[in-house]
């Protein structure tokens, strides 16, 4: 099976603007997370779709959103951009299995 | 609130040496930790994971231990290859929210 797919890999965007991301799961997984990852803060959980619904929230500020599509695509929006929103930004995909979590190349946003 | 600790930060060792990582959570309700490897510009990638009615996992080179009354659970990589240096993450999650420890960045000397 294809991995997880994140598109773009790179972006580059000013202060101010918005932007959004793009993941594909892997085939027949139903939950889509998002994390970010910076060199200070590490890796932090941001959202969870499963079946077009947003089941697990972490602590971010409502610039940051999500949705998932019925083929279980997911995008997530960031909103009037910050420096600090500048990171890595990961999805993974989860099948049947609890918790497995399978992650793609990531999304590289660099805030100018 | 959920944190994970991980040590060492960095880790240098001898090709065919093992190398230790161990990792504190703080929730005692999480039942699931896996460990994932980084490699420069990719994505996380899992190597092994262990629930919580597990005490020790095995795959070749590598295992997981769980010690649940203490809340430690340790990688240990045995006769280490140049390809194993990365940055390895331990994680811990009971809602399949992965908290993530700070990373430890692994080096295999030739």
């Known amino acids: 099976k294809a991995g997880v797919t994140q598109t773009p890999r790179y972006l580059i965007k000013t202060r101010g603007q918005q932007v959004t991301l793009s993941c594909s799961p892997i085939s027949g997984h139903r939950s889509v997370s998002w994390y970010q990852q910076t060199p200070g803060q590490g890796l932090q959980f941001l959202f969870e779709?499963?079946?077009?619904?947003?089941?697990n929230k972490g602590n971010f500020p409502g610039r940051f959103s999500g949705r998932q599509f019925s083929n279980s695509r997911s995008e997530m929006n960031v909103s009037t951009l910050e420096l600090g929103d500048s990171a890595l930004y990961l999805c993974?995909?989860?099948?049947?299995?609890?918790?497995?979590?399978?992650f793609g190349p990531g999304t590289r946003l660099t805030v100018l | 609130g959920e944190n994970v600790e991980q040590h060492p930060s960095t880790l240098s060792v001898q090709e065919g040496d093992s190398a230790v990582i161990k990792c504190t959570y703080s929730d005692s309700a999480s039942n699931y930790f896996p460990w994932y490897k980084q490699e420069l510009g990719k994505g996380p990638q899992l190597i092994i994971d262990?629930?919580?009615?597990?005490g020790e996992k095995k795959d070749q080179r590598i295992a997981v231990t769980l010690n649940k009354t203490a809340k430690h659970f340790s990688l240990h990589i045995t006769e280490t290859q140049p390809e194993d240096s990365a940055v390895y993450f331990c994680?811990?999650?009971?809602?399949?929210?992965?908290?993530f420890g700070t990373g430890t960045r692994l080096q295999v000397f030739p």
């Open positions: 993974a995909s989860k099948d049947s299995t609890p918790d497995t979590q399978y």
């Open positions: 994680a811990a999650s009971k809602t399949d929210k992965l908290i």
């Open positions: 262990i629930r919580s009615n597990v």
């Open positions: 779709y499963f079946s077009e619904t947003q089941r």
